[in-house]
């Protein structure tokens, strides 16, 4: 279905176009892009309450700065709907988030207009600074650098560490904060309270508003009265707010807070800004889903809702003839529940996903035991470690992806310590549409070579359990690592009373008769299921074995496995380089064994986005691909088999 753009909108290919109009358009072309969002993301999908918000601060800019060569940096990215839009990809926009289609972020080889790569929050400042600092030093004084962050990915230790290194470094960078309330969840925490104390205090705002017009008075007679109304105005923030101001502390010019979604306003400031030199931050404040009531109202529930009913609301879900398994996330967060009501040691944790990981649950039923940190991973891990030293056992859920962000964590602070700090690692494999800045390609090569680190992963619903269970015992008291997949597992009558698994054990789906075995970790040993199905009505019996855990390996049943079967194929949905089929090939050369291994996995290169089995299919290891490697495995032995009998 084509989606039709305003008149305005029509004719914008690029932000060349936008500046062609007059400003008091830039309302309407606020209300076309606004439209052009809902009704494509209805049809299509894809991140939707972020990019209605900051509609009018997208189109303000592309209309005052002169982009690319204005460098313009979103933080993650989930709010660059517009923005793509206004550059040129709006006849591309229903891929959005597609397999082989656009990204669902800001990806320089998309796009000039895209100036930094993202998909992971609060990068935006450090980045646009290193900009800002590349062009003094090529002596492009007069090009504008700016980073918009939202108040949560604010947050971050990055953001700060970006901002106290900017306040000294004197370039011309302006940092926007725009202001909701919300990352995916509400945000928590001082800064938060911080930047609601600003915003509602009518005192402030109401003299900040007579000291601006004062300013405009004088910025007819020079510089000097503008750098005494300067100090004036700074003095007025700290006296008015009862506090000193925590931008201007670090040497930023700090402006607001202002309307977020009244664009000429918008545009009329950021003019102003741009003559201003060295760091400034401009705070505008602005309502997640914008113009769209349901986005507004309940903003988690919208920040991806899906395809829905753009008019009466209603969010499209299939409704299945009979009961479906539910999603690993949600499995983790009711028996986190139920575990923490035998054990009273087990708290929560995790950074700023409770809804993504369902640890939301656990924080409504025992909300002193459950912590979100906010956008912190790192130290949401170095908090578990604190917990842990007192004796209590903390799941310290975060994606794959973003524990990337706290791997000295992981090892300084947990692993050294050998602290019984239990890691569950959701989003493990391929991530699906959010592409390759959200993959967790690379947990089981990072965490396999730290030291007292356990790893596994689960096959099915059952298995989360009774891992997280095991986890939790006195006898495994140090780091453990469980990783599980986006989306659903394979078991509707999940709830099985939980047990405990010994460590370092694999299980037997299938003895094959066969000459080839097929070794398996997590839930990708779901597709090899359907593999072996097919391949025995081939005539080829396959085996099959659920290793379970990648450390430690389960050495007994790999001694079987290679004393019995002629050839191998590993398969994990994980990066090759040092994954589970590599510790596999280890246990090899460790014990001598010589055989044909194939191993199926994510390979070394960027995988970019699709669904997750569209991209099991590209990388070889969906079901039709696992069934042909066995296929050619078997080849190479009955080869092997001819050759010797010819010798």
């Given at each position: ?119 992971h929050s609060s990068t935006s400042i450090g980045a646009a600074l290193g900009m800002a600092v590349a062009s003094d030093y090529k002596g492009e004084f007069e090009r504008q650098h700016i980073a918009v962050i939202g108040d949560g990915a604010m947050t971050a230790g990055m953001a700060f560490e970006a901002l106290n290194h900017a306040g000294v470094a004197n370039t011309n960078l302006l940092v926007i904060l725009n202001d909701n309330c919300m990352s995916i969840d509400p945000n928590v925490g001082a800064l938060k309270e911080y930047l609601t104390d600003i915003t509602t205090s009518r005192t402030y705002n109401r003299v900040r ?439």
């Open positions: 279905m084509i989606v039709e753009p305003g008149p305005l909108l029509a004719a914008i290919n690029s932000p060349a176009d936008l500046k062609d109009l007059r400003e008091d358009q830039l309302v309407q072309v606020s209300q076309e892009l606004r439209q052009y969002i809902i009704d494509t993301v209805s049809i299509y999908g894809g991140h939707f309450g972020a990019s209605l918000g900051v509609v009018e601060l997208t189109v303000a800019l592309h209309y005052v700065f002169n982009t690319p060569y204005d460098q313009l940096v979103w933080d993650v990215g989930h709010q660059a709907y517009g923005h793509k839009i206004l550059t040129g990809r709006r006849n591309q926009f229903h891929t959005n988030r597609k397999y082989q289609g656009l990204s669902g972020f800001p990806k320089r080889s998309e796009s000039e207009y895209d100036a930094f790569g993202v998909g508003d007579e000291l601006w017009n004062v300013l405009g008075k004088l910025s007819k007679f020079g510089p000097n009265p503008q750098a005494i109304a300067s100090k004036v105005e700074s003095a007025m923030k700290a006296t008015l707010m009862k506090q000193s101001n925590l931008f201007e502390s670090l040497k930023f010019r700090y402006f607001g807070p202002v309307d977020g979604h009244d664009v000429q306003h918008l545009a009329a400031i950021l003019k102003d800004l741009k003559s201003i030199p060295g760091p400034k931050l401009l705070h505008c404040v602005t309502t997640k889903g914008k113009g769209y009531a349901l986005a507004e109202k309940d903003q988690t529930l919208w920040h991806a809702p899906g395809l829905f009913d753009k008019i009466t609301g209603e969010i499209y879900k299939k409704t299945p003839d009979k009961p479906q398994p539910p999603k690993y996330q949600d499995v983790f967060g009711h028996t986190m529940v139920e575990l923490a009501e035998q054990n009273p040691k087990i708290m929560g944790v995790t950074p700023a996903m409770p809804s993504g990981c369902s640890l939301n649950i656990m924080m409504k039923a025992m909300p002193d035991r459950a912590f979100d940190v906010g956008i912190a991973e790192q130290h949401a891990v170095t908090f578990s470690a604190g917990l842990a030293t007192q004796g209590l056992v903390p799941f310290c859920n975060i994606y794959s992806s973003f524990m990337q962000r706290a791997y000295d964590q992981v090892i300084h602070d947990v692993a050294l310590q050998n602290l019984h700090v239990v890691f569950c690692l959701d989003r493990a494999g391929f991530a699906g549409a959010d592409g390759a800045t959200h993959h967790g390609a690379y947990d089981l090569a990072y965490m396999r070579c730290v030291p007292n680190m356990v790893i596994a992963s689960p096959m099915n619903e059952e298995e989360l359990r009774n891992l997280m269970y095991t986890a939790t015992l006195p006898e495994n008291a140090g780091p453990f690592t469980i990783r599980y997949p986006r989306g659903e597992g394979v078991m509707p009558e999940w709830r099985k009373p939980l047990q405990r698994v010994a460590v370092g054990t694999g299980r037997t789906v299938r003895e094959g008769q066969g000459d080839v075995a097929i070794l398996t970790l997590g839930h990708i040993g779901n597709y090899a299921v359907r593999a072996t199905q097919q391949l025995l009505t081939e005539g080829l019996d396959t085996g099959h074995y659920d290793l379970r855990f990648c450390k430690p390996l389960d050495e007994e049943l790999l001694h079987q496995v290679f004393s019995r079967y002629k050839a191998v194929v590993t398969v994990e949905d994980g990066c090759l380089p040092g994954g589970f089929g590599a510790a596999v090939l280890e246990f090899m050369a460790d014990h001598g064994y010589s055989l044909p291994v194939k191993r199926l996995g994510i390979p070394d290169r960027v995988v970019e986005h699709g669904s997750q089995d569209e991209l099991y299919k590209e990388c070889g290891y969906d079901a039709a691909g696992i069934a042909q490697a066995v296929r050619d495995m078997q080849a190479k032995v009955t080869d092997a088999r001819t050759s010797k009998l010819l010798r």
